[in-house]
């Protein structure tokens, strides 16, 4: 993380958009715990005017830990139309995508897509949801001969006709400006991001 800071402030530029998984644990993006490693990421931050922008969700399964990052350049906190992280995306790593979308550098607005409808957790029925998989999973057999490829495929299909079964989806239109982690009432309506920063970031 010191090379990777190190890097950072000597090819800084007005434009600059870093995403990867960081390892890197920070109250300032909404962790419970801070590292080493966060520690070190908060001061080149700091030196290179940099601001996280995530959606303050656990970017690893199983896990709060948010260490999967979409840093920006202060100038272009209002070109983000959207960074969210993909919870709902079948992929098989056990950390979840981070989608950032940019608005282009030209003079036109570029126009939002029809966003694709998702799951919404929040207004899942638990006890239908818990009731569901039970059921689903109560005579799920496995056989040596099938790969593991074949395995999981199984057992997400059987997943996926419980959430589909159960769990409402959304449209919700995507927020033009998103707002960072460490956005609250206080600096709600006072001054912009870029004129006012948290001593930390």
């Known amino acids: 993380m010191d090379e990777l800071c190190k890097h950072i402030n000597n090819k800084i ?10 390892n890197a644990k920070s109250y300032q993006w909404n962790n419970k715990t801070e590292n080493i490693h966060g520690k ?6 700091n030196k290179s005017k940099l601001i996280c922008v995530n959606d303050c969700q656990a970017s690893r ?3 709060d830990s948010i260490i999967d990052l979409s840093l920006i ?34 003079n036109t ?26 059921e689903s999973f109560q005579n799920l ?20 006709l419980c959430m589909e079964n159960i769990i409402p989806k959304t449209t919700r239109n995507i927020r033009k400006h998103h ?6 009432k206080t600096v709600e309506g006072k001054e912009t ?6 001593e930390r970031i």
Request: aromatic share 10%; charged share 20%.
């Open 193 to 198: 991001p870029a004129q006012q920063m948290p």
């Open 73 to 106: 350049t202060q100038n272009l906190y209002n070109e983000v139309i959207e960074c969210t992280t993909v919870s709902q995306q079948n992929i098989q790593s056990d950390h979840i995508a981070i989608f950032t979308k940019l608005n282009s550098c030209t």
């Open 179 to 184: 707002k960072p982690c460490w956005w609250n």
């Open 40 to 45: 070190l990421l908060e001061e080149c931050m």
């Open 13 to 22: 530029t007005d434009n600059t958009v870093i995403v990867g998984d960081l």
């Open 61 to 63: 399964r199983n896990s």
């Open 141 to 160: 057999e496995f056989f040596n001969n099938q790969s593991m490829e074949e395995i999981y495929q199984i057992f997400e299909d059987k997943m996926m």
């Open 109 to 134: 607005q570029v126009p939002l897509e029809n966003e694709t409808p998702k799951f919404n957790i929040n207004k899942a029925d638990l006890d239908a949801w818990k009731t569901a998989t039970e």
